[in-house]
């Protein structure tokens, strides 16, 4: 038992925790070995917090002697390195951020400490969430899991690999235009991107405020209910948060999905989609309609505008969202002789390529004279967008397309060419553009043996129907199974 402790769901390990057949601090253990053993094949953590961690397990196991237990009570969880912790180095994989400790937990944070969850530590990305593939990190790129030789996809990178390579129960991470979806698509794991406003962004640190938002990354369906169930809810911190009843998204798995109607977006078969994607993704919907699901052809028009729309909004808000990191309050300072060269030397030694790029884009972007022709363009763009979605859910209860135009790429592969590397998110950023809620499922694997995923989409606060959906799916087929063979 003790050797597949690692292995185990947040589901398979809660109800061993709750009967006391294994300890918190066993598992803590456990896992904590095979990050040791393991990680430096993969490079997913960024900081590992082992006296952290046990402590918390210590204090796990005194709840359930006390029988004050959760579902969460116990299970040992990493975290993207862009939420803030407490006492716990946080980088979002910058170096202009290599020694900043946080004073506070980000919301969600404190409600898994609340809930009696472990934290192993902080997991890598691409810095400031700026990327697809986890190869923008300060720290060095995370290697899927699958194949060292690929990308985890990003910038959950280390999120996506840690689960699939049972280095940690699950995961969370943070989706500004599929950076939880698609990474979980490329590594085979459960990636869900809630609706805007569903989940607190409260400690977060931000890379574009209107789009962020924090989900679970995690090994079935089930556990990222679970997960959702806890982070979910109001935030007076966040005014983005929304005041709505949270249902128990537990509720609906197991519930038969005859009669519901899943729409296949046209634009989103076109060309450029991988054959191997395609295939897997037909035989997904096959299976859907094999369980009662009815298949309709819906049109979002206005797909074909996405990716521009979000590269001009997303890197006008990092533009002003990366303002405060100028070496003054907080993080590593490059002296000068004045304070527009202090400004301008720690910006530019600290700041790494990806980053100063989409900054000096947004900058341009908003920027006298620009600001008509790019960022208002781009939200009226963005309200067509929104529009196209809320046409189709009157005909459709979920859409289903691909995750990523194709499995994950050879590490390297695209750094050189920053339009195609901004392609990869093509299926992923509408939903972040509409605020709607979206989850990756796997439904396949290349020939060459790397994950391939069904993304389902729903209407605003339709994360129970999408959960419901993607567990019948799941039950239904046995890729979450597989595992990757470190």
Wanted: aromatic content about 8%.
């Amino acid at each position: 038992m003790t050797d597949a402790l690692y292995s185990l769901s947040i589901s398979e390990l809660a109800p061993l925790l709750a009967r006391r057949e294994v300890s918190p601090v066993e598992v803590t253990e456990r896992i904590l070995d095979r990050i040791q053993e393991m990680d430096g094949q993969l490079n997913s953590y960024l900081t590992v917090d082992v006296e952290g961690a046990k402590a918390q397990a210590k204090d796990a196991e005194a709840r359930l002697g006390r029988g004050e237990a959760t579902a969460l009570t116990g299970i040992p969880l990493a975290l993207k390195d862009v939420l803030t912790t407490k006492g716990l180095r946080t980088t979002c994989g910058s170096k202009i951020l290599d020694n900043f400790v946080p004073l506070f937990d980000a919301t969600v944070c404190a409600k898994l400490r609340e809930a009696g969850a472990v934290f192993l530590g902080k997991v890598n990305m691409d810095e400031f969430a700026m990327g697809s593939s986890t190869e923008n990190s300060a720290y060095g790129p995370t290697h899927n899991p699958w194949n060292r030789d690929y990308i985890p996809g990003g910038s959950s990178g280390g999120s996506a690999a840690a689960v699939a390579a049972d280095l940690c129960a699950a995961s969370l991470g943070s989706d500004t235009g599929g950076s939880i979806r698609q990474p979980a698509s490329h590594c085979g794991v459960v990636g869900l991107k809630p609706t805007y406003g569903r989940v607190s962004r409260y400690g977060l640190v931000a890379y574009a405020s209107s789009l962020d938002q924090i989900g679970p990354l995690t090994k079935e369906v089930r556990d990222a209910a679970l997960l959702l169930n806890c982070i979910a809810g109001h935030d007076p911190k966040d005014s983005t948060s929304v005041d709505a009843a949270v249902p128990d998204y537990l509720e609906g798995l197991g519930r038969e999905i005859k009669g519901l109607k899943i729409g296949v977006p046209r634009e989103y078969f076109g060309p450029g989609l991988d054959p191997e994607v395609a295939g897997a993704v037909q035989a997904a919907l096959k299976t859907l309609e094999g369980l009662g699901a009815e298949l309709l052809e819906v049109s979002l028009p206005n797909t074909e505008y996405g990716v521009a729309v979000y590269y001009v909004v997303a890197v006008a808000e990092a533009s002003s969202n990366l303002a405060r990191y100028d070496g003054v309050k907080y993080g590593v300072r490059q002296e000068g002789r004045n304070l527009l060269e202090m400004y301008a030397a720690t910006r530019t030694r600290w700041f790494g390529p990806e980053v100063r790029r989409r900054i000096m884009l947004g900058t341009y972007a908003l920027s006298a004279g620009y600001y008509d022709a790019y960022y208002r363009k781009a939200s009226q763009v963005r309200a067509l967008i929104r529009g196209d979605f809320d046409r189709a859910f009157t005909q459709c209860d979920l859409l289903a397309t691909p995750v990523s135009p194709t499995p994950a790429f050879r590490l390297g592969e695209k750094m050189a060419d920053p339009l195609t590397m901004y392609l990869s998110d093509i299926f992923t950023i509408s939903a972040n553009l509409a605020g709607i809620p979206g989850i990756s499922v796997p439904c396949g694997f290349s020939a060459g043996g790397l994950p391939i995923g069904l993304q389902l989409m729903g209407p605003p606060f339709g994360e129970a129907a999408l959960l419901q959906a993607a567990y019948a799916f799941e039950e239904a087929t046995e890729f979450h199974r597989r595992k990757p063979g470190l």
